[in-house]
C-alpha cells in the first residue's frame, strides 16, 4: 500500500477555503486516494475519493494532479464544525483495505 | 450507507481478564474491518473479516491476542485476549466493499487497569 505525507496542522478562517495537501508519490494505478476526518471521540467519516479526475460533492472538492503523485482536498467555506483530523489515504481496490497515516489536523477559526 | 452499532461504547477492564466487542451493521456487507486507535494516535488496522473465511490479520496482530468472528453478513466480534493496559485504545469497526466507501461505527473505549 502507497504510503502518504501531510502537513500534522494547518488553520484556516471561518468562511475561507481551507486547501489540505496530501503527497503520495508511490500510488500505482490500480490505487485510489480517498479522504477522511475524524472529530474528536467520533469514528472517522468519508468525504470523497478519485483515482485521477477531479472531483466535487456536497462535502468537499479534490483535485489530483496529472501525475497522481499529490492531490488536495478543497473545503469551500470551512466552518468551526470542520474542525477535525484529515486523513489522505491511498487505497487498492484489490484488497479494500484503509491504511491511515498521521493526518492533518485542521483548526478552524472564528 | 451502512449504519453501524458496536456493544459495548465504553468499558474498563482488569488486566489478564478478556473483553468481546460486537459489530452490528444494518445490511449485509461483504468486508469488515477491525481497528484499534490508542491514545492520541492514527488509526491501525488489525483484520479484515469476511464471512465464511478466517480473518486476515496485520502485521503485528495475532489471532490468538485479537480473535475474530463474522458469522454472517451483518455481525462481527472482536476479543482483546489477555489483556494489559497497552491494550487501552478505541477499537473501531469499519464495513464496506473493495470500491466504495467505507464506513466506521462510533468505537469502543476500553481502559485496561
Known amino acids: 500500500d502507497a504510503k502518504t505525507t501531510q502537513p500534522p496542522s494547518m488553520d484556516c478562517a471561518e468562511g475561507r477555503a481551507a486547501n489540505l495537501p496530501c503527497n503520495h508519490s508511490t500510488i500505482s494505478g490500480n490505487e485510489y486516494v480517498y479522504w477522511y476526518r475524524q472529530i474528536h471521540s467520533q469514528g472517522p467519516q468519508y468525504i470523497i475519493h478519485g483515482l485521477k479526475n477531479n472531483e466535487t460533492n456536497e462535502m468537499a472538492s479534490l483535485i489530483i494532479t496529472e501525475d497522481r503523485k499529490s492531490s488536495t482536498l478543497i473545503l469551500p467555506h470551512a466552518t468551526l464544525r470542520d474542525t477535525a483530523v484529515y486523513y489522505c489515504i491511498v487505497r487498492s481496490h484489490n484488497t479494500g483495505k484503509l491504511i491511515f497515516g498521521q493526518g492533518t489536523t485542521l483548526q478552524v477559526k472564528p | 450507507s451502512a449504519v453501524i452499532s458496536q456493544k459495548p461504547s465504553r468499558d474498563i477492564c482488569q488486566r489478564g481478564t478478556s473483553l468481546t466487542i460486537q459489530c452490528q451493521v444494518d445490511s449485509q456487507v461483504t468486508m469488515m474491518f477491525w481497528y484499534r486507535q490508542q491514545p492520541g494516535q492514527s488509526l491501525t488496522l488489525i483484520a479484515t473479516?469476511?464471512?465464511?473465511?478466517?480473518?486476515?490479520?496485520e502485521s503485528g496482530f495475532v489471532i490468538d491476542k485479537f480473535p475474530i468472528s463474522r458469522p454472517n453478513l451483518t455481525f462481527s466480534t472482536l476479543t482483546v485476549s489477555n489483556m494489559s493496559p497497552e491494550d487501552s485504545s478505541i477499537y473501531l469497526c469499519?464495513?464496506?466493499?473493495?470500491?466504495?466507501?467505507?464506513?466506521f461505527g462510533p468505537g469502543t473505549r476500553l481502559t485496561v487497569t
Open positions: 469499519s464495513v464496506g466493499d473493495t470500491t466504495y466507501e467505507q464506513y
Open positions: 473479516a469476511n464471512q465464511g473465511s478466517e480473518a486476515t490479520y
